[in-house]
Protein backbone atom coordinates (compact mmCIF):
# COMPACT_ATOMS: atom_id res chain seq x y z
CA UNK A 1 0.00 0.00 0.00
CA UNK A 2 1.14 3.52 -0.55
CA UNK A 3 1.51 5.85 1.95
CA UNK A 4 -1.92 7.92 0.94
CA UNK A 5 -3.57 4.41 0.91
CA UNK A 6 -2.46 3.93 4.60
CA UNK A 7 -3.49 7.24 5.98
CA UNK A 8 -6.80 7.03 4.38
CA UNK A 9 -7.27 3.43 5.60
CA UNK A 10 -6.08 4.36 9.41
CA UNK A 11 -8.40 7.58 9.03
CA UNK A 12 -11.48 5.41 7.98
CA UNK A 13 -11.20 2.86 10.59
CA UNK A 14 -10.93 4.89 13.13
CA UNK A 15 -13.61 6.62 12.08
CA UNK A 16 -15.75 3.48 12.03
CA UNK A 17 -14.95 2.80 15.35
CA UNK A 18 -11.70 0.73 14.79
CA UNK A 19 -9.09 2.56 16.67
CA UNK A 20 -7.41 -0.29 17.95
CA UNK A 21 -7.70 -1.95 14.63
CA UNK A 22 -6.11 1.15 12.64
CA UNK A 23 -3.36 1.64 14.97
CA UNK A 24 -2.44 -1.82 15.36
CA UNK A 25 -1.86 -1.71 11.87
CA UNK A 26 -0.52 1.26 10.72
CA UNK A 27 0.62 3.52 14.10
CA UNK A 28 4.42 3.58 15.05
CA UNK A 29 4.68 2.38 18.91
CA UNK A 30 6.19 5.16 19.58
CA UNK A 31 3.34 7.85 17.79
CA UNK A 32 3.46 11.27 18.58
CA UNK A 33 0.40 13.49 17.97
CA UNK A 34 -0.38 17.14 18.20
CA UNK A 35 -4.02 17.39 19.25
CA UNK A 36 -4.20 20.26 21.56
CA UNK A 37 -6.93 18.53 23.80
CA UNK A 38 -5.34 15.37 24.66
CA UNK A 39 -1.33 14.07 25.94
CA UNK A 40 0.62 13.34 22.76
CA UNK A 41 1.08 9.40 23.10
CA UNK A 42 -0.63 7.44 20.78
CA UNK A 43 -2.20 5.54 23.64
CA UNK A 44 -4.38 8.32 24.32
CA UNK A 45 -5.40 9.58 20.94
CA UNK A 46 -6.20 6.02 19.75
CA UNK A 47 -8.74 6.33 23.14
CA UNK A 48 -10.22 9.21 22.38
CA UNK A 49 -11.16 8.03 18.75
CA UNK A 50 -12.97 5.40 20.38
CA UNK A 51 -14.81 7.35 22.62
CA UNK A 52 -15.82 9.85 20.51
CA UNK A 53 -17.08 6.53 18.23
CA UNK A 54 -18.92 5.60 20.93
CA UNK A 55 -21.15 9.31 21.63
CA UNK A 56 -21.40 9.52 17.90
CA UNK A 57 -21.16 6.12 16.50
CA UNK A 58 -23.37 7.28 13.14
CA UNK A 59 -21.48 9.77 11.96
CA UNK A 60 -20.56 10.43 8.58
CA UNK A 61 -16.43 10.69 7.30
CA UNK A 62 -15.85 11.10 3.69
CA UNK A 63 -12.25 11.56 2.64
CA UNK A 64 -12.43 14.41 -0.21
CA UNK A 65 -8.65 14.30 -1.51
CA UNK A 66 -5.55 13.05 -0.68
CA UNK A 67 -1.92 14.40 -1.27
CA UNK A 68 1.67 12.46 -0.48
CA UNK A 69 4.71 13.91 -0.59
CA UNK A 70 7.94 11.78 0.36
CA UNK A 71 7.47 10.74 4.12
CA UNK A 72 3.90 12.86 4.73
CA UNK A 73 0.24 12.68 3.55
CA UNK A 74 -2.67 15.21 3.94
CA UNK A 75 -5.99 14.46 3.90
CA UNK A 76 -8.93 17.16 3.81
CA UNK A 77 -12.15 15.22 5.03
CA UNK A 78 -15.80 16.04 5.86
CA UNK A 79 -17.33 15.14 9.05
CA UNK A 80 -20.83 15.18 9.76
CA UNK A 81 -21.64 14.31 13.38
CA UNK A 82 -25.00 15.17 15.19
CA UNK A 83 -25.66 18.62 13.83
CA UNK A 84 -22.42 19.62 12.83
CA UNK A 85 -20.69 19.32 9.39
CA UNK A 86 -16.49 20.18 9.93
CA UNK A 87 -13.89 20.27 7.30
CA UNK A 88 -10.77 18.30 8.45
CA UNK A 89 -7.22 18.21 7.48
CA UNK A 90 -5.18 15.41 8.78
CA UNK A 91 -1.40 15.12 8.21
CA UNK A 92 0.18 12.01 8.46
CA UNK A 93 4.39 11.78 8.63
CA UNK A 94 5.46 8.10 8.30
CA UNK A 95 8.91 6.29 8.93
CA UNK A 96 8.85 3.57 6.68
CA UNK A 97 4.84 1.95 6.45
CA UNK A 98 3.90 3.16 9.67
CA UNK A 99 2.27 6.86 11.15
CA UNK A 100 4.92 8.54 13.74
CA UNK A 101 3.55 11.73 13.84
CA UNK A 102 -0.28 13.34 13.28
CA UNK A 103 -1.91 16.40 13.28
CA UNK A 104 -5.36 17.46 13.04
CA UNK A 105 -7.01 20.86 11.94
CA UNK A 106 -10.53 21.07 12.22
CA UNK A 107 -13.06 24.04 11.32
CA UNK A 108 -16.67 24.02 11.65
CA UNK A 109 -18.90 24.71 8.31
CA UNK A 110 -20.63 27.83 9.10
CA UNK A 111 -24.47 27.93 8.94
CA UNK A 112 -24.31 30.63 6.49
CA UNK A 113 -22.03 29.81 4.05
CA UNK A 114 -19.79 33.29 2.64
CA UNK A 115 -18.04 32.10 0.19
CA UNK A 116 -19.83 30.43 -3.07
CA UNK A 117 -17.29 27.88 -3.51
CA UNK A 118 -18.03 26.15 -0.12
CA UNK A 119 -15.26 24.37 1.66
CA UNK A 120 -15.27 20.75 -0.14
Given at each position: ????????H??????K?????????????NL?????????????????????????P??????????E??DS??V???I?????E?????I????????????D????V???????????
Amino acid sequence: MTKKEITKHFLSLCAKGDSCEAFKLYASENLKHHNAYFKGDGETLMLAMEESHRKTPNKIFEIQRALEDDDSVAVHSRIVQDDQELAVIHIAKFEGNKIVELWDFGQAVPEDLVNENGMF
